[in-house]
């Protein structure tokens, strides 16, 4: 049975800029994320520039990668970058302790990872190792990769082979201090950030922005404590949200194979993101009314249990119909906090937790998480514009979950864009969207669905669910009148 929704957008007032780097992206060592995932070697039969493989990179190029987070994660904090530099045969061979004690053979490191940001044509976010190192070694670090000057270690870097400084735009000062960086309190993480911020000295006009960790899912209280002891210092502040059918990322469910109920449990806790974005803003508005301190969602996705045979330490997982529409319930919350949250790292690119590509050898799979941030790209550094929907909840197995998500904004090219995700996994939705203020002309739109709540791309079989053009939206006196089918994205332009 189909439902019925409706809406309204206005042209004004209009919002804040949609920041594009809400559509970025960690990647850390762990697993196959970067060994075989995005570094196969200069020597592979997979082709490759510089070691680094050609099609990850051609994908993620085609969907306007702003940033990429690195090298961790709880990774980071064990991280030495010496062992990460200089000719690869003479790099220190590792154990990766966090993550099922993998050899970490360092072929990628800092200039492999520059190079990566450059073929893709992302902004640099490193993550410094702050529970297990020291200022000192941070402040090496830095004045390794961007420093101009003839010292020792620009000197270094370039008889490594880079001449010029790589920009950092983003630094992360530690990871999850309250876990794996750590376990520490909320006032020893602020101490050691302003220790670690003192001796951050970038070159003139290059200052990076200083990250601060912040708190899992909804804890409050870790931000509340950071910003009061550490404001001064900081020019965003992280979050970490996971999202489990169980609610609890140590008791996962299958990625697919699963059934109504466990559709509706996970939207109910991908939704959470709603509640503690907007809790963590208003106790940063309390300390920082102008705004001036950003959120960072820097972890987020779906975390299931790992592909039979694999390594639960590597987290590798599929990727379905419904983790498009996580990833879409996801970019419209942190549109709507717009004002507050300027970045967002799905985690993880390649072949870890809620990736956008799989691996396997030479082939590659574009997941329909993948086909999500596609379909999303016009809304980077759009401008939000205000979206009303009234929809009905919906129960789905024992569970009432809402029926729909959506946002609009224009965009900068001046066309208007309205995204909207029909959750139900069972009913198309009738939708009246009163546009009477856009005066629009035409309408083109994208629609990405597929019979089954589980459909995924895999290999030899990777074009299952894809974004296909979608022609029965039309409009009707300044209205657009759309049957939109059962558990489906559509991402529409009116000019
Ligand atoms: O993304 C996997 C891990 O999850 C990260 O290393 C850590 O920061 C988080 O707990």
Redesign the pocket.
Known sequence: EPFRASGVVMAEPSGPVISRYIFGQ?S?H?GRGIYEGIWVGPDSRIPNVRGIRSDVVGALKAIHVPVVRWP?????DEYNWRDGIGPRSKRPARKNN??AGSPETNAFGTHEYFDFVEQIGADAYVSMNVGASTPTEMRQWVEYMTSEAEDTLAQERRRNGRDKPWPVKFIGIG??YW???GKMTPQQYARDFMRFTAFYHPQPGQAATRVAVGA?NGLTGWTDAVMAEALENMDALSV?Y?TSPTGN?DVTKPATGFDAQDWADTFVQTLKMDEYVSAHSRVMDAHDPQKRVALFID?W?T?YTVEPGTDPGH?YQQNSLRDALVAAVNFDIFIRHADRVRMANI??TVN??QSLILTRGPQMVLTPTYYAYQMYVPFQEATALPLRLAAPDIKVGTTWMPSLSGVAARATNGDYLVALSNLSPHDAVEMRLDLRDLHVQAISAQILTADDMDAHNDFGRSDTVKPHTFDEARLENGYLVVMQPAKSLIVLTLK
């Open positions: 960690f850390e762990l961790g994660g709880c990774f980071a966090w993550w990871n999850e876990g794996c960086g899992k970490h996971y990322v972890e996705g975390w987290l985690a993880q870890v937790l």
